[in-house]
């Protein structure tokens, strides 16, 4: 017996963040800020969102006169109903986190922050700023002399900002395509990790997990 138990391979250490990975992954509170910096990120750039359409829009409606009425009130209740939308959106994502509605890993991506919920949003919301200021820039061109001039500079205001908005979705979603096919995603061990978090959708308590690991 001792002979054999000389022949027998000795065992590998555990994996201590291998492990701990594990017992996460069976919180589902803890898959809402799995990405702290993009979470971050995406939340302050809804805010500024909020608060620039919002105050944008009532500056459009508080200055509505006789002769710019039309455009100043379409475009301020544009920028406000969009400012409610960007709203709502954050207040129905931070709910259902609150009451833990999901135990799906892909629907929890789709709504956190940063998720994939967040790049609709706001490729719908430079879509409708662009718009906004593309059809004041051709309203422009034949409208009076004292209007034209503001008309002009909203449109060049709005446009710019739509497109500062789509450019920067681009380049956010360049780089999260670059690192989910970074060289360290198709490490052994973070495949194994998913093997064994993600079999099925069946879950199992930390303590059998960790077990198993051991």
């Given at each position: 017996m001792a002979h054999v138990d000389a022949l027998r391979p000795p065992r590998a250490p555990p994996d201590r963040e291998r492990m701990e990975n594990e017992a996460m992954e069976e919180h589902t509170e803890l898959w809402w800020s799995r990405d702290p910096v993009k979470s971050i990120l995406c939340y302050s750039l809804a805010v500024i969102l909020i608060l620039?359409?919002?105050v944008g829009g009532i500056v459009l409606l508080s200055t509505t006169t006789s002769q710019s009425g039309e455009w100043r009130l379409a475009v301020g209740a544009t920028l406000c109903i969009l400012s409610l939308l960007v709203l709502l959106k954050q207040l129905i994502s931070s709910a259902?986190?609150?009451?833990?509605?999901?135990?799906?890993?892909?629907?929890?991506?789709?709504?956190?922050?940063?998720g994939m919920s967040d790049i609709v949003m706001f490729s719908v919301?430079?879509?409708?700023?662009?718009?906004?200021?593309?059809?004041?820039?051709?309203?422009?061109?034949?409208g009076e002399p004292p209007v034209l001039v503001t008309m002009n500079n909203v449109g060049i205001a709005l446009v710019v900002i739509g497109i500062l908005i789509l450019v920067a979705l681009l380049i956010y979603a360049l780089m999260v395509l670059c690192r989910s096919y970074a060289p360290g995603r198709f490490h052994p061990r973070n495949m194994n990790i998913f093997s064994?978090?993600?079999q099925l959708g069946r879950r199992q308590n930390t303590t059998s997990s960790l077990a198993n690991l051991i």
């Open positions: 620039g359409s919002g259902i986190q609150d009451m833990q509605c999901l135990t799906r890993r892909e629907n929890i991506d789709i709504l956190k922050s940063g919301s430079g879509i409708i700023i662009l718009t906004c200021g593309s059809v004041l820039l051709a309203l422009s061109i034949s064994i978090s993600g």
